[in-house]
């Protein structure tokens, strides 16, 4: 994916009715992450898995900013970028 896919992504209407989104292995970085959680709006998916990508400690924190994030439930996000410090900012 580009950052441009995911921002189309971000953008569907049908993003608010699942329940389970997968986007392991995409390549995405710390921009595409932005623009995902800025298209969740005011809910995300209770699950999201982002393994294998390039998320960034910067990355984490757009995620760990965003309101709709504290809707998660699960948070796979392994083989990425993040140091202890990007961990961090996602469990405070």
Not at 63 to 72: E, H, S
């Amino acid at each position: 994916f580009r950052t441009a896919d995911v921002r189309a992504l971000a953008r569907c209407p049908r993003l608010r009715t699942l329940w389970y989104l997968d986007l392991d292995a995409n390549n995405l970085g710390t921009t595409a992450v932005r623009e995902l959680v800025r298209g969740f709006k005011g809910w995300c998916p209770p699950i999201l898995w982002l393994t294998h990508n390039r998320i960034s400690d910067a990355g984490a924190a757009a995620l760990a900013t965003r309101k709709a994030a504290a809707g998660l439930r699960v948070l796979h996000l392994k083989h990425n970028a993040m140091t202890d410090s990007g961990v961090r900012a996602l469990l405070d």
